[in-house]
Nanobody, 123 residues
């Protein structure tokens, strides 16, 4: 069965770091696009970072570029998001997702979703 399971969320102080992991099953990692998305209370879900399977390109939201790094471990079938220099504005529930190859880093293009993991950054 197809599954995406996130872990690594929690509470961290401003300037701290967290590493989110998404364990995947039922996917051939190279043939799907993968992304991390987040949704804060009262706000729309937004793309944080995505890997496009079409060409391997990586996209970051402008608000996280230089602070977050997306990666994939093909051996372990894990997609990770390293988050450094965290800010209170990063507080949200973070989701990993998968989509057929060659989609934009937008929630509307993604088909399979994990359960979400909350991240809270205190001042």
């Amino acid at each position: 069965q197809v599954q995406l399971v996130e872990s690594g969320g929690g509470l961290v102080q401003r300037g701290g770091s967290l590493r989110l992991s998404c364990a995947t099953s039922g996917f051939a990692l190279d043939y799907y696009s993968y992304g991390w998305f987040r949704q804060a209370p009262g706000k729309e879900r937004e793309g944080v970072s995505c890997i496009n399977a079409k060409d391997g390109s990586i996209q970051y939201a402008g608000s996280v570029k230089g602070r977050f790094t997306i990666s994939r471990d093909k051996t372990k079938n894990i997609v990770s998001l390293q988050m450094d220099s965290l800010k209170p504005d990063d507080t949200a529930t973070y989701y990993c997702a998968a989509a057929p190859a060659g989609v934009l880093c937008s929630p509307q293009g993604y088909v399979y979703w994990g359960q979400g993991t909350p991240v809270t950054v205190s001042s």
